[in-house]
């Protein structure tokens, strides 16, 4: 039984970790996130936060799924 709620907790981590990856995106497109890249080079705090706890979500729900 426990093996099987991890696998489900993994899948949702994967998921949440590819809907904040996608929303980080979305973000990136923002008048305020254009103009911040425009003037640093650099996207905005919120959206690399956004695209960090997505990927770090995503690389945990994968190492929980394919842990034995």
């Given at each position: 039984?426990?093996?099987?709620?991890?696998?489900?907790?993994?899948?949702?981590?994967?998921?949440?970790?590819?809907?904040?990856?996608?929303?980080?995106?979305?973000?990136?497109?923002?008048?305020?996130?254009k103009i911040?890249?425009?003037?640093?080079?650099?996207?905005?705090?919120?959206?690399?936060?956004?695209?960090?706890?997505?990927?770090?979500?995503?690389?945990?729900?994968?190492?929980?799924?394919?842990?034995?």
């Open positions: 039984m426990a093996k099987a709620n991890n696998k489900i907790i993994s899948i949702a981590l994967m998921v949440a970790g590819a809907g904040l990856a996608l929303w980080g995106y979305q973000k990136s497109g923002g008048l305020d996130s911040s890249s425009a003037l640093t080079g650099s996207y905005t705090d919120s959206v690399m936060m956004l695209y960090i706890g997505g990927a770090v979500c995503f690389a945990v729900g994968v190492f929980l799924y394919l842990k034995k």
